[in-house]
C-alpha cells in the first residue's frame, strides 16, 4: 500500500528483508517519466500513475528479495531491478539503522 505520494520515499508493509523495512525513492529522470503518464496537475497523485509504480515497484522488490535469497547480500549500486533490459537501476542506496530501513534509489 502506498503511504505517500510517488516523489516520497514509498514503502509498503509486505516490503520486509530479515527484518529490515525496504523502501524505494524515484530519481528525478524516472520522475520525468512518469510524470509523461498522467494528464492531470497533481501527476504525483494520480491513481492511474500510482497504480503503475507500485506494481513496477513491487516487482522490483521480488527481484531484489530473490538477488537476497540467492546470493545472501543485496544488489549494490549500478545494478538493475526486475530486468537486464527494461528494469530499474539503483542509483543510490542508504541505511538507517535506527529505524532498520533500507531505501534504494531507482532510476531508469
Not at 40 to 66: G, H, K
Request: hydrophobic residues 40%; proline residues 2%; charged residues 25%.
Amino acid at each position: 500500500m502506498l503511504t505517500k505520494s510517488i516523489v516520497e520515499a514509498i514503502e509498503d508493509q509486505d516490503w520486509v528483508i530479515k527484518e529490515w523495512k525496504v523502501k524505494f525513492l524515484l530519481s528525478e529522470r524516472y520522475l520525468h517519466q512518469v510524470k509523461k503518464l498522467s494528464r492531470v496537475d497533481n501527476w504525483y497523485e494520480d491513481p492511474i500513475v500510482t497504480s503503475t509504480v507500485m506494481d513496477r515497484l513491487s516487482i522490483c522488490f521480488t527481484s531484489l528479495q530473490a538477488y537476497y535469497t540467492t546470493f545472501g547480500t543485496l544488489p549494490q549500486i549500478g545494478d538493475r531491478l526486475f530486468n537486464e533490459d527494461s528494469g530499474l537501476i539503483i542509483q543510490s542506496r542508504s541505511i538507517d539503522g535506527d529505524l532498520k530501513a533500507l531505501t534504494f534509489t531507482l532510476s531508469t
